[in-house]
């Protein structure tokens, strides 16, 4: 039998919930492009519930222990002192979310000789070490696609919010003001602006599909150009790299894997290209983006804007200099956490953990590393290169 350790981030500050604000959720069945929403042979929770934190268990622990599995769940990740470390020797199958990311390094690869398989429950998988993942002979899976339309709705609403200048406008009224002149001396209007997606994936495709509708200039850049008949329907502008993009723009928003290539891809020597006043969105991975570099370009002016929900490391320290720079619009790692999401990444987790325990094969949409390289969705999105 196996141990499962499941990382998850902490409970709500005043408890699980006991309800919520809507008694259903929408049923997905598919996403765009035909691939379907998880499968598994059953699930044991309620669609809509909050599955990502610890009370939640991703909605696992009665189906793992039924199959006389054991199932270890805490929010304990950092530290030689975490519960992660101490309970990982004789771990099997770790779990965690990249809002609240187990970070499976080599060394720790190394101190765990029967760990088989890794799972992220949502999308995006570098917290785990991946060119040491394909030398250990670890498996690397993640719930592919099942909050990417999350994120995507997230990156509107943060281009809206900081184009509106509705953070600041939202704020007066908390304070009880009606300065308007305040409010408006930021606010402009998205309709004829000029925005470019750095990746065209999953997330990239469906932030500009839901752009089109209000009448901007789209331009993405992507190691994998789009289908002639997607460029020629969204009115889309091809770069060959970002750094061919950027100046064009008056809003970039990032939805690239990080990878060696990606890494401090938006240092001073990028920002300096683009457009003074240039408002900038990551939702991606915070290493994308130089931390420092973003300050600066927000207190020189040289970006209007910055808004995103990842952070390095996270959770981020309470002095990090993103929770204080002026005119941002940072949330904690939410964006892909929505209790719609945590339904269909919940799912998925146990989708793969079945198949594993079945010996069968795991989707291959699923995959990022298999049999010591880079596997399915892995092999098209990730790179191993130092």
Excluded at 127 to 145: C, I, P, Q, R, S
Excluded at 314 to 333: I, L, S, V, Y
Aim: charged share 20%.
């Amino acid at each position: 039998m196996a141990k499962v350790l499941c990382v998850l981030y902490d409970d709500p500050k005043n408890g699980y919930p006991t309800s919520y604000a809507r008694d259903d959720i929408p049923t997905i069945a598919s996403y765009p492009g035909g691939q379907t929403a998880p499968t598994p042979k059953a699930i044991d929770f309620t669609p809509g519930a909050l599955l990502g934190s610890v009370s939640g268990e991703l909605g696992l622990r009665d189906y793992l222990e039924s199959q006389g599995h054991t199932l270890v769940v805490t929010s304990s990740k950092d530290g030689d002192d975490s519960v992660l470390d101490r309970e990982l020797p004789d771990t099997d199958v770790v779990i965690s979310q990249p809002f609240w990311p187990a970070y499976i390094t080599a060394e720790r690869m190394a101190k765990a000789p029967n760990l088989k398989l890794a799972i992220t429950a949502g999308i995006g998988s570098d917290h785990v070490d991946l060119a040491a993942a394909t030398k250990h002979g670890l498996t690397v899976a993640e719930v592919t696609y099942s909050n990417s339309i999350s994120v995507a709705e997230h990156v509107v609403m943060m281009i809206l919010g900081l184009v509106r200048n509705y953070l600041p406008s939202h704020q007066v009224v908390l304070d009880g003001g009606w300065d308007i002149a305040d409010c408006v001396s930021r606010s402009y209007d998205l309709e004829g602006m000029h925005v470019g997606t750095v990746a065209a994936g999953r997330i990239g495709t469906a932030v500009l599909r839901r752009l089109a509708p209000f009448d901007v200039k789209l331009h993405y850049t992507d190691r994998h150009r789009l289908p002639e008949s997607i460029e020629r329907e969204l009115n889309l502008t091809f770069h060959p790299d970002a750094a061919s993009m950027v100046p064009h723009c008056d809003v970039v928003t990032v939805n690239a894997p990080l990878h060696p290539e990606t890494e401090g891809l938006f240092n001073d020597k990028l920002i300096g290209t683009m457009k003074r006043g240039t408002y900038l969105i990551n939702t991606a991975r915070a290493k994308i983006a130089d931390r420092d570099a973003i300050v600066r370009a927000l207190e020189s002016g040289q970006l209007a804007g910055y808004a995103g929900d990842v952070w390095y490391p996270q959770p981020a320290p309470a002095d990090h200099p993103w929770r204080t720079m002026p005119h941002h619009g940072m949330t904690p790692h939410i964006s892909g956490s929505s209790l719609s999401a945590q339904a269909r990444y919940a799912a998925g987790t146990r989708e793969i953990l079945e198949s594993f325990f079945a010996g069968t094969p795991i989707r291959d949409e699923y995959l990022i590393v298999d049999g010591g390289r880079l596997a399915g969705t892995g092999a098209h999105s990730y790179s191993t290169k130092s």
